[in-house]
């Protein structure tokens, strides 16, 4: 009897099973949100930079109306705490618990690199609005992971080549004693070729650089070259700048190191110094003047570079959702319509390579006031048109 | 290393120092006196930058800075320790630790709800904002030189208070034996609560001197607690004199340290210096309680 | 100067039905999580399991020895670079001169808890030499040179942590499935603290605990409170090692940040929370901070404001702990 009864039910439910499919095509499954996992680093000294991407990528949502590819959007924010361990648990929470499609949002690479593989071994797709470690876009490269920010040493070896070709002799190199500080100062080595000043690593998260600006000083370089995130950034800058240098040794740096995110914390001290970068807040195309004035209109201050790659981030996944119907389940269909997205970015054009790295365009860019009196990054020249990164050769997709 | 830089390396250190200074004062008193682990320490620290910031971005004044955001810190202080702090005078340094530890949390999220995630501009007072020659070939920040001195001026101050006035004596006679210096008159209640308010001011002050020449923003107190806890427990703990000499010898330890030394062990130095003192010292320099 | 109320003997039989109510509890997580239809449960559950033998091996010497030791984060992490060094071997990544290249749980977990608890004993040979605050301090600067030794060690990733990806085994079985590892888990927890409540009765509890309250007293009654201080703390150290080992193994990954200071805090924060009094309290202290960290942090990105009042919060009202609501509870079940 109960053989019976279990057998008929199973019957039954595989009919109404079968019946939903046939009912339910592609159009209903429209109706449900695309998951997107927002994991970021929200709170302690770093969560600026957290929230920074958060509001972009949200306003870049806004820009395409709410939706992308023309399905609603779910967002589940994480904070990772800047630690890779926690930011594997909220991946892993993400995935398991929200069924998120899409992990994005990530600033550091170490946290990038704890909470990737558990993801993309899912199934999910990675996409990257930050940070950009070394290890994907080369040995570990994946058909579902994509970054459309930047490779970390992309910008550090513009700035080498700028340096290069404008002959500028005796170069002083600064960073803090971790992964993204050692790949910025390789990348910058990687191009400059020329003769080093000095070469000096500080902790992580230091707050006083006046000992290694007395050394700095006194190796008596040709220029300066640094690579300040955050809040070193700003402490560094100041310093500088209190030492009497900013107008007897230049400063160079990715533009990281001298963003809005920066910038407002330092004020004018860091006015006649370069960054190398791939938007600047002056970009005169009209979707970048779009973004500029709308992330000042919603929140009261000018976007940083992080934020203009959030930005895109959000456009990017649009278009790339239109042209396959928002069929994001079909993840081949999905994989190939990223690799060939076409979409009006804000940095002029984009494209990715093989390895699923931006190849990108990198300018040099100057700290000027702006008409409100505000420390503002201006365009000055290309450094190079589709530049790639270094790694995209130990990439095994062709 | 030549000379010129040798000086100028030097007074980096004591400079260096002499803030680490500003700090420890204020957390070695109450530890000492009213054996309290006080973890807010850097909290207040950080409210004092935010609110000189603060006063500083409205009017152009460096000196009304000071004037404003060093009894506001001081009154913070205050809030703090009548609110919650107190009760814990007589608890264990653990609960102590715990209770600290949640406030840091809570006062963290409160700065980030009322100033934001932006670190705040803080400029430097326009007549310091210059170098002074001060060696043939070494020219120093004028900023940094104040620092120095008005952390020297605290030292003396607090040498002068502590030792000198009746207030002091009422210091020294309730952190010495409480129920007799009450009997004696003393209000050791408002002696504890005088102490904590002079703590947070200094704590205050050492924020707005910091300002100027680091991040303003969320969190910038509890990397500077470390290093105030370590110059403390160097010195001894509740030693006025001990946290001073502690100071100095932290700031040149790690400015001499991060020049001469591979980075790592740069990074290492201060805490290879501590644990080496508490081993052959293990009440600090200059122990205070017998 | 006693920095912690040392904890009277509790080793009453209700302790030990509540120590087991506690691993049945537990045990019945891969169910509930099953019948929820939230395979992430499990995950969450394993975490907590993991800190919670940290903790209960911390409270050892914090809530018996009364020393409040910053460094257990440190020998966490020891526990699991060992483990991570001996699986990543495999994979042919990483070469090390003293550890095997072995996924077997049997070999490795032991192993990291010698090698930890080494590394505890001669860090407890300098910081015992202080006392109260002093202790605090020393063994913060342990735990910040073991910090930055790992992340100068770029053969095992830096900053950057290390990854690997060779199947664990226990006993030549596979070890990594979900649930297993998870009963795994809940199985070395039960053993931590079925041996510590052991050990808490024992003599060995007995002169660590008086250790905490009058030392004096003691060495006048001819015990050197010393060797049995530093016992205490290399065995709190190599099962802060099991606990790193476990934490590694359910990650596939450790890094330096997993042993930071601040993750030191947490862990006397964990204790503190729970009740020091019991061997279980940091148990509920564990649950409660990594079930509280994990559900808050979805919520808001001030979750920390939340978090920190919910601490001040017990510490202001319950004395004890954590577990204190759990006795008052039990002692009102009682009463009606």
Redesign the interface.
């Known amino acids: 009897m109960t053989m019976i009864a279990s057998r008929a039910a199973t019957a039954a439910l595989v009919v109404m099973c079968g019946v939903a499919a046939l009912a339910l095509p592609h159009a209903a499954r429209a109706d449900e949100p695309i998951k997107i996992g927002f994991l970021s680093t ?2 302690g000294p770093q ?1 600026q930079l ?2 920074e991407l958060f509001d972009a990528f949200n306003l870049g949502l806004k820009s395409t109306g709410g939706t992308l590819g023309g399905r609603k959007v779910e967002l ?4 990772d ?5 926690v930011g ?3 991946a ?2 993400m995935i ?2 929200d069924h998120v499609q899409i992990l994005t949002g990530i600033v550091f ?2 946290v990038m ?2 909470a990737a ?1 558990p993801t993309l071994d899912a199934g999910a797709f990675v996409f990257s609005i930050n940070a950009g ?1 070394s290890q994907y876009a080369g040995k570990l490269c994946h058909p579902h992971y994509f970054n459309e920010s930047f490779q970390n040493d992309m910008l550090a070896e513009a700035m080498g080549i700028y340096l290069r070709e404008n002959s500028v002799k005796r170069v002083y190199l600064m960073a803090p ?3 993204a500080g050692k790949d910025f100062l390789a990348g910058l080595k990687r191009t400059y070729k020329g003769e080093l000043a000095g070469e000096v690593y500080t902790a ?1 998260g230091q707050l006083d650089y006046a000992a290694e600006i007395a050394q700095l000083r006194a190796a008596d370089p040709g220029a300066v070259f640094f690579f300040y995130p955050g809040g070193m950034g700003i402490n560094f800058v100041k310093q500088y700048a209190q030492a009497g240098l900013m107008d007897k040794v230049r400063l160079y740096g990715p533009s990281f190191s001298l963003d809005q995110t920066i910038l407002p914390g330092i004020g004018d001290a860091a006015v006649g110094s370069f960054a190398s970068t791939f938007w600047t807040e002056d970009f005169d195309n009209a979707a970048s003047k779009k973004f500029v004035a709308d992330f000042e209109a919603a929140y009261g201050r000018l976007p940083s570079t992080y934020a203009s790659a959030a930005y895109d981030g959000a456009r990017i996944l649009d278009a790339a959702l239109k042209a396959i119907g928002g069929r994001i389940e079909d993840k081949d269909a999905f994989q190939k319509a990223l690799e060939s997205v076409k979409f009006d970015s804000i940095r002029g054009h984009f494209k990715f390579n093989t390895n699923h790295y931006p190849i990108m365009d990198s300018y040099l860019s100057e700290v000027i006031k702006d008409a409100k009196g505000r420390p503002t990054l201006k365009r000055l020249e290309l450094i190079k048109a589709d530049q790639a990164d270094s790694y995209a050769a130990e990439c095994a997709m062709k | 290393m030549t000379t010129a830089l040798l000086i100028e390396q030097g007074l980096n250190g004591l400079q260096l120092g002499v803030q680490l200074f500003l700090m420890a004062a204020g957390l070695t008193l109450v ?1 000492g006196i009213m ?1 309290m ?1 006080n973890l807010t320490h850097g909290s207040l620290f950080m409210v004092g930058a935010f609110l000189a910031a603060t006063v500083l971005a409205h009017t152009g004044s460096f000196v009304l800075a000071l004037v404003v955001a060093v009894p506001a810190t001081a009154l913070a202080g205050l809030v703090l320790e009548a609110a ?1 702090l107190r ?1 814990f005078y007589g608890r ?4 102590q ?3 600290t ?6 006062i ?3 700065t ?2 009322v100033w934001g995630n932006v670190p705040v501009p803080m400029a430097l007072p326009q007549v310091l904002s210059g170098a002074v020659t001060i060696y043939p070939g070494v020219t120093y920040p004028s900023f940094r030189l104040a620092i120095l001195a008005v952390g020297l001026l605290v030292a003396l101050g607090l040498y002068v208070v502590v030792v000198h006035t009746r207030v002091g004596m009422w210091v020294r006679a309730g952190a010495s034996d409480r129920a007799m210096a009450s009997a004696m008159g003393v209000n050791v209640g408002l002696v504890f609560s005088l102490v904590f308010a002079a703590g947070a001011a200094l704590a205050g002050l050492a924020g707005i001197m910091a300002g100027p020449i680091s991040a303003v923003q969320v969190g910038m107190g509890e990397p500077v607690l ?1 290093l105030a ?2 110059v403390t ?1 160097i010195g001894g ?1 509740g030693s006025i004199k001990g946290a001073l000499i502690a100071a100095v010898l932290i700031g040149l330890a790690d400015t001499f340290g991060r020049v001469l030394l591979p980075p ?1 062990l740069g ?2 130095i201060i ?2 210096m ?2 080496a003192i ?2 052959w010292r ?3 320099l200059f122990p205070v ?1 017998g | ?5 040392a904890a009277p003997p509790r080793a009453s039989s209700a302790t030990l039905i509540g120590i087991a109510v506690l691993v049945v509890a537990l045990a019945l997580v891969p169910t509930v999580s099953q019948a929820l239809g ?3 449960l499990i ?2 559950a394993t ?1 907590i399991v993991i800190f919670a033998i940290a903790a209960v091996a911390l409270n050892l010497v ?1 809530g018996f020895g009364g020393l ?1 030791s910053l460094c257990h984060a440190g020998l966490f992490g020891i526990g699991g670079y060992v483990l991570g060094i001996a699986a990543a071997q495999l994979d042919g990544e990483v070469s090390a001169a003293l550890l095997p290249a072995t996924g077997e749980l049997a070999v490795v977990l032991p192993l990291a808890m010698a090698v930890a608890g080494l590394a505890a004993a001669v860090m407890g040979v ?1 910081a015992l ?6 202790f605090i ?2 063994t ?3 735990n ?2 073991l910090y ?2 790992f ?2 060690l770029q053969q095992y990733g ?4 290390l ?1 690997f990806n060779a199947a664990l085994t226990l006993f030549g079985h596979p070890a990594t499935g979900r649930v297993p590892f998870y009963y795994g888990c809940v199985a070395a927890l039960a053993l931590v603290l079925a041996g510590m409540q052991r050990l808490i009765a024992s003599r060995f509890g007995v002169v660590l605990r008086a250790s905490a309250q009058n030392e004096r007293r003691l060495t006048a009654l001819g015990i050197p409170p010393l060797p049995y201080k530093l016992a205490a703390f290399a065995l709190s150290g190599a099962v802060a090692g099991l606990a790193g080992a476990l ?1 590694a193994a359910s ?5 330096p ?2 042993m930071s ?1 601040v993750q030191s ?1 947490d862990l ?2 964990m204790c ?2 729970g009740g ?1 009094a019991y061997v279980a309290g940091p148990v509920i202290g564990a649950g409660a901070f990594v079930a509280l960290e ?1 559900v808050l ?2 919520w808001s ?5 939340a ?6 919060a017990v ?2 009202t319950l ?1 004890g702990g954590l577990i204190d609501l759990v006795r008052i509870a039990a002692r009102g079940g009682r009463a009606s």
């Open positions: 929200f709170s969560g957290g929230q589940i924010q994480g904070d705490q800047a630690k890779p361990d594997r648990q909220v892993d929470k398991e618990s690479s170490n690199l704890a593989k470690p004693n971790y992964p992580f | 530890f054996n682990i919650v009760r264990s340094h653990l609960d630790v715990l209770v530890f949640g406030l840091i949390m809570v963290n999220e409160l980030r709800m470390i806890l370590v427990v703990i790592a990074s290492m805490f290879m501590m644990a508490l081993a293990p009440r600090g309680h | 100067m006693t920095l912690a109320p939230n395979p992430f995950k969450i975490r914090l409040v300098i030499r202080t006392s109260g605050a002093y301090m020393i913060l600067a342990f910040q040179m930055y030794v992340v100068a830096g900053e950057d942590g990854q934490f990650q596939s990954f450790i890094s940040s997993a200071w805090g006397v924060v503190v929370l020091l994990a942090s979805g990105v001030h979750w920390q404001l978090f920190g009042g919910f601490i001040i510490v202001v004395r």
